[in-house]
């Protein structure tokens, strides 16, 4: 787990101020994201399993964000790369379901909870499968 210290310094050379935090999520902070999010990447419509996935910061570290479970998401590398190098953000609606913005203003998502996927919001039907096909109990 990397420590990142951030000193604010004036045209003096003051010190001005102090931030010690830690940059990379936690395996309990992926948990949780995973727990909030589905099993999948956030970016709208894409499937890519969230174990695959680096934490990102929705606002990045460099910009002040914090290494919070509020703060972060699970996108796949390709889609990480996109947010880093591509000019994309991701955003997280109050639903739970996220958009993605180019640096023009083009936008994707957000998409509709996909049934099965464990998205909060998820308001269809619960799954059903075949019947319990496993014997009764013995009686007592």
């Known amino acids: 787990d ?3 210290t951030t000193v604010l310094l004036d045209r003096q050379g ?8 830690r940059r990379f999520f936690t395996t309990t902070q992926r948990r949780a994201m ?3 999010d589905g099993d999948r990447c956030p970016w709208p419509w894409c499937d890519r399993p969230a174990t695959w996935s680096d934490g990102h910061h929705l606002v990045w570290s460099t910009r002040g964000g914090p290494t919070t479970v509020a703060n972060g ?7 990480h790369t996109l947010c880093h190098e591509g000019g994309w953000t991701l955003h997280r609606h109050p639903d739970g379901r996220y958009t993605a913005t180019s640096r023009d203003g083009r936008t994707l998502g957000p ?4 049934p099965g996927r ?9 799954p059903t499968g075949p019947p319990d096909s496993r014997p009764p109990p013995p009686p007592e």
Do not use: D, K, M, S
């Open 34 to 36: 995973i727990a909030r």
């Open 73 to 79: 998401a699970l996108p796949c590398p390709g889609h």
């Open 118 to 126: 464990h998205r909060p919001g998820n308001t269809g039907p619960p």
């Open 14 to 21: 003051a010190v001005t101020g102090v931030r010690t935090g």
């Open 2 to 4: 990397a420590q990142l």
């Open 111 to 114: 998409e509709p909870h996909p």
